[in-house]
């Protein structure tokens, strides 16, 4: 089946520093997504990418679309202690009323103040 | 109003018990799904509902049936519950065509003893 490889698996920064993590895939995706989860939480949407080369932002988040459709990554500026969480990355492809979100494995953010 | 609610949030049971797991949207959404996260924080799906029909049945043991009494409803009942079946369970659910991702429930963390 599809498989996303998401890293780096974690990082540790300091508050102010600016973050990126990436996902790559074997196949093409429609969509990217990036979802945040917070402890005891279900994903949050971050970001969604709908067009091979869309560069998104959304705050001091920015993603893009990877333009062979195959890769996305999603950077997160000038961090702040509330960004800790684990990033999910997701793709997706849709036909009429069926689908699959595919996750890659999350990157684990920590912050020191 | 909580988007996509999910009852219970912590479910802790012996081996062999049948439990229910209920979700509920009022989103309006066509698709309702159930995603299970493992230990290692790894979001796999195993069911998609949509407008009351299964739409994809992943590689899941028979003892788990969902069942959707109507379009803002899907719940999963599991039989026989076994060790590995620890983990939590995500209820989430789209619009059709899915474009905007999916919305997610916060999660029932189910733990068998």
């Known amino acids: 089946g599809q498989q996303l490889n998401q890293s780096p698996q974690s990082m540790f920064i300091q508050e102010g520093e600016d973050v990126s993590m990436n996902c790559t895939s074997s196949s093409i995706f429609n969509t990217w997504l990036w979802y945040k989860q917070d402890p005891g939480e279900g994903p949050v949407l971050l970001i969604a990418?709908?067009?091979?080369?869309e560069l998104t932002s959304n705050g001091r988040l920015t993603a893009q679309f990877g333009i062979t459709r195959k890769d996305s990554f999603l950077n997160i500026s000038a961090s702040i202690p509330s960004d800790v969480g684990i990033y999910f990355c997701a793709g997706l492809n849709y036909g009429g009323s069926q689908g699959n979100l595919i996750f890659g494995k999350g990157t684990k953010l920590s912050v020191k103040p | 109003d909580t988007a996509v609610s999910q009852t219970p949030k912590y479910l802790v049971t012996q081996m062999g018990n049948d439990k229910s797991i209920k979700c509920e949207q009022n989103?309006?959404?066509?698709?309702m799904y159930w995603y299970k996260q493992d230990s290692k924080k790894f979001l796999k799906i195993m069911f998609s509902y949509n407008n009351k029909e299964l739409i994809i049945n992943e590689t899941v043991p028979n003892r788990f049936s969902p069942k959707s009494p109507d379009k803002a409803h899907l719940n999963l009942h599991i039989n026989s519950l076994e060790l590995g079946d620890s983990a939590v369970y995500f209820c989430?659910?789209?619009?059709?065509?899915?474009?905007?991702?999916?919305?997610f429930g916060s999660g029932t963390r189910l733990t068998v003893v």
């Open positions: 990418l709908y067009k091979a080369g």
């Open positions: 989103l309006g959404h066509d698709t």
């Open positions: 989430a659910s789209s619009p059709r065509g899915q474009l905007y991702g999916y919305t």
